[in-house]
């Protein structure tokens, strides 16, 4: 694989680092004794702070001096938070936060805004006001990350959330109507064609009732391939479809690329099809859903897929258009093959052409073939699991395993043909090589070195690492557990972000620098150039409007601001500039309904207003440009302050003005 050439800044932190270690080596340790007469030299500091040559080292490669920015981006699930969390690398700053599934006031969405986004993951009317984030998934051209769109999904409630790169803020939820929960999503297929949702607990599809006794028969898995419309920046769900799967436990899935383009595979636990019940004294879940010692990696032909969708071969449930298990098999779209124990990352290889899967309970990773995997399918196979679906014989698909260590879970890769799988038992990151042509046939498929890491190591994300052209430099163990790496703040603990440097061959890893993350819990990230994201400063135009990426007919241009009525309804019309708003009385009388439009009418980067009325819940971020409108009863007579919330210049506080609710 040909090794990307470095951009500019990682060649800057390579020659500071270059230049500290020269110091460190040629000044050494006589040297630094020698400078303890000068309190300030840094040589100084470093021996009373106890600081090792490997510290240097690792602050070399990570301090980043105030104005210089980082050369990778890391985007990254904020689990239960609900949100998304936008981190610069190798600083390891967090940049900002991204509100989806969760109300979030600092950007003012959801108390007056953004609620037509929140809505769209309204489940049958009932509103729905967090979610569990999971994996995060960059939009993707021919196989490498575009820098235009973000995907994510809620774990909890079988959503998917989409975010413009542009400004960062969350622009779609879908809600799935087959499935309550998802785990394999979102993911993408390499021309973000297609945003891949498979669900995990299995349940009757459309989310009817069947009693637990049934499960064999009513309950069944599924996925789902969210049709994404570039131009309009949103998901299509009319031109979207889903595949009924048996009821075991689809886990994670991930997209094929280059040779295995538009095919996509999956994780499943829980073969065993194990309903639990340990109170009535059947075996707990994580005994029975891991009796067999293998389960099934889930093969499934998209394109042949699509065409079976687009023929029209299809049932509808719930609103969606699914391809039933039947015909599914009849049209050869999904084939098994047996995957270690409590299998949890399948990973496909930069160029498409492995794919790796890890089980909990065995200390191999597993690699597939996907050209053995065409074979085996052109020659046939005979064997089928109890509904039906063709098992390829595990012997003729697989083409190595390499022993990794304890609790194998996610797999990530590097430029240079190493792999890298997280040990969940281990504590530890595992680097081995991918002995294949094209990769590091010199090293065969071999363990290389590990790095341990405190603690718990789910995920793993290597810089571009799930591209056709993963960058290598960094990577990032998402830990579960910090349990002693920082300061105590009571019993509930940060999760770890650890930064390794992947960047040199060999064994030669070394964690740099801890990030405690004390939002929700992170699951997945996934790292892109800087360079690849061109984020808007402020809003194109003022009078935009975000929700639709255009000019917003109804924006207020200075001038033009007034509070109008008919009947009992009230129109606002207002602008925001430093350091007032425009008009500050809105005398109204209680009953009226109230329609209000503020422009922030700056085109100064980073003069962003707030604007918050207390007891009605507002509370709006309006960033240059932008126009919001939002709507509300005037229920209860009183005085109402509203100011703005951002602290936006000297005379922020007198940003103010009074709302006056007259008793009927
Ligand atoms: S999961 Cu959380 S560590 Cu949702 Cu990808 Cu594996
Ligand atoms: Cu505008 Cu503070």
Redesign the pocket.
Known sequence: MAGRIPSSRVVAVGAILFAVVVLAVTIGPSALSSAQGDSSSWQVIAEERGLTEADLRAAAMTYTPSGVMDPYVMVASGGHSGQVFIIGMPSMRLLRSVAVFTPEPWQGYGYGAGEEVLAGGDMNGRQVRWGDTHHPALSETNGDYDGQWAFINDKANARVAVIDLRDFETKQIVNNPLFLNDHGGTFVTPNTEYIIEGGQYGQPLGSEYAPLAEYETAYRGMITFWKFDREAGRIDPSQSFAMELPPYWQDLCDSGKLVSDGWVFCNSINTELATGGIEKGNPPFEAGASRNTTDFLHIINLKAAEAVYKAGNTVEIAGMQVITLDTVIENDLLFFTPEPRSPHGVDIAPGGDYIVVSGKLDPHVTVYSFQKILDTIAAGTTETDQYGVPILPYESVLEAQVEVGLGPLHTQFGPDGYAYTSLFLDSAVARWSIGAEGYRPQDGWSLISKVPIQYNVGHIAAAEGDTVSPDGQFLVALNKWSVDRFLNTGPLLPQNFQLIDIGQEGDTLQVLYDMPFGVGEPHYAQIIKADKLAAWEVYPEVGWNPLTQSPDPNSVAQGTEGVTREGNEVTVRMT?V??HFTPEHVEIKAGDKVKWTITNVERARDAT??FSIPYYGINLSIEPGETVTFEFEATEPGVFSWY?T????AL?LE?MGYLTIEPE
């Open positions: 925001a430093r350091s207003h707030g703005c951002e602290f936006c210049s922020h940003m």
